[in-house]
């Protein structure tokens, strides 16, 4: 198993507070390894493993969406009396009416509770109205290259920068690391389609009631093939409704609707634009980045070739892993890649390029930053070996980014 350290702290942290923990993320990310860890680190520090209850309701045994009640009782009477209870349910979002079991044990004064789901819609319904400031969010990714490269520490065949190429085209799920790892690459681009595969059937078609059909999979696929540049859910009508001909129009609520479904089942992650001069959300053209760089070269058959769009989606997903809100930025008639507001409150100003060796480059990457007269730090993320800096503006080496403390 890959321990997962930057997570496993936040729940040590966050152990016999009198708070949900909840862990969210796109399928195969690792939240049941990690409560599985967590369960296993609580047993090796003397908690009773009779006091710790694990229940993964994706296994037949335990599946019983429609007895929430009957679940709730059964964990109550294996509950050890006296000591504090650790419950931990996993994918709980296929139990319906599962805020009310997740409030039922919440409430116990001997229950500590974990839960995950692999949908954000759970935090969006009844649960969020039920259980409004008592429960936090873990959200859990993929692999950081900061992990990945951990990982791999041991394996001198390849210098960083290779394993950093070999990131971006594979991405970071777990299993993805473990089947490099096990000499098995040629499994890779099958394990990545059972992935998307079981995402789109579980928590996509089932619960939004979709029927498969190439609308659906077009929509998916110009959000990932448009990675860096500004879309709108008009863009898609249009672009699909031109290729459709004399074929019946999609309509805009349904290209929405399926953008909220990629988004709230974690394939895809929105980024809002934010004015910079004005200090306020734009209301049109919107950036999507997908959530594993290797599940988008599998969906649209790209490799690392691509690599420009790659950056930017490992930088956005970076920032968002650090605990920052990101948002993209506008100056005039510029753009800046990433606002960020970091977890002090302090504004920073990010830009992705691959190089800034050329003179015509450099100048095109640092024009939006000139015309920003704040004096908070701008960073320029690239490929090129080393650290420099123009005029208060600092240029950053990627693979040094992503690994520094």
Do not use: C
Not at 137 to 151: C, K
């Amino acid at each position: 198993m890959i321990k997962r350290e930057r997570y496993l702290d936040k729940l040590r942290q966050l152990k016999d507070k009198n708070l949900i923990k909840v862990a969210t993320g796109i399928r195969r990310a690792g939240k049941s390894t990690l409560l599985q860890m967590f369960r296993q680190e609580l047993i090796d520090g003397n908690v009773d493993k009779a006091a710790t209850q694990y229940i993964n309701f994706e296994d037949p045994a335990y599946y019983r969406p429609n007895d929430w009640r009957g679940i709730y009782d059964e964990i109550i009477k294996n509950l050890v009396q006296g000591d504090k209870n650790y419950i931990f349910l996993d994918e709980v979002q296929n139990i319906k009416e599962f805020e009310r079991l997740a409030d039922g044990l919440f409430v116990h004064p001997d229950v500590d509770l974990y839960i995950t789901g692999s949908n954000a819609y759970m935090l969006s319904g009844e649960l969020a109205t039920l259980l409004s400031g008592r429960y936090i969010e873990i959200r859990v990714f993929p692999l950081s290259f900061a992990e990945y490269y951990e990982f791999f520490a041991d394996d001198t065949s390849l210098d960083r920068t290779e394993k950093f190429d070999r990131y971006l085209q594979f991405g970071g799920f777990p299993e993805v690391a473990n089947l490099i790892h096990d000499g098995l690459d040629g499994q890779i681009n099958d394990y990545l389609s059972m992935v998307y595969n079981t995402v789109i059937e579980k928590d996509i078609m089932t619960r939004y009631n979709f029927a498969p059909n190439p609308v659906f999979d077009n929509v998916l696929r110009f959000a990932l093939d448009s990675v860096g540049s500004l879309i709108s859910p008009n863009n898609i009508r249009n672009t699909i409704n031109d290729d459709r001909k004399s074929e019946k129009k999609v309509s805009l609520e349904r290209i929405d609707n399926y953008l909220r479904a990629f988004t709230e089942s974690y394939i895809i992650s929105q980024a809002l634009r934010y004015d910079i001069k004005g200090k306020n959300l734009l209301k049109t053209l919107n950036k999507y980045y997908s959530i594993d760089t290797g599940l988008r070269n599998n969906l649209l058959g790209k490799d690392s070739s691509d690599s420009g769009h790659l950056l930017e989606n490992v930088v956005y997903l970076e920032l968002v892993r650090r605990g920052y809100s990101v948002w993209i930025g506008k100056i005039d008639d510029k753009e800046v890649d990433f606002v960020v507001k970091t977890k002090d409150g302090y504004t920073e100003y990010y830009q992705v390029a691959e190089t800034m060796l050329g003179e015509e480059t450099r100048e095109r990457e640092l024009a939006s930053f000139n015309k920003i007269n704040d004096h908070n730090p701008k960073y320029v993320i690239t490929r090129d070996p080393g650290d420099t800096s123009y005029s208060g503006i600092k240029q950053v080496n990627i693979v040094d980014w992503l690994l520094e403390k």
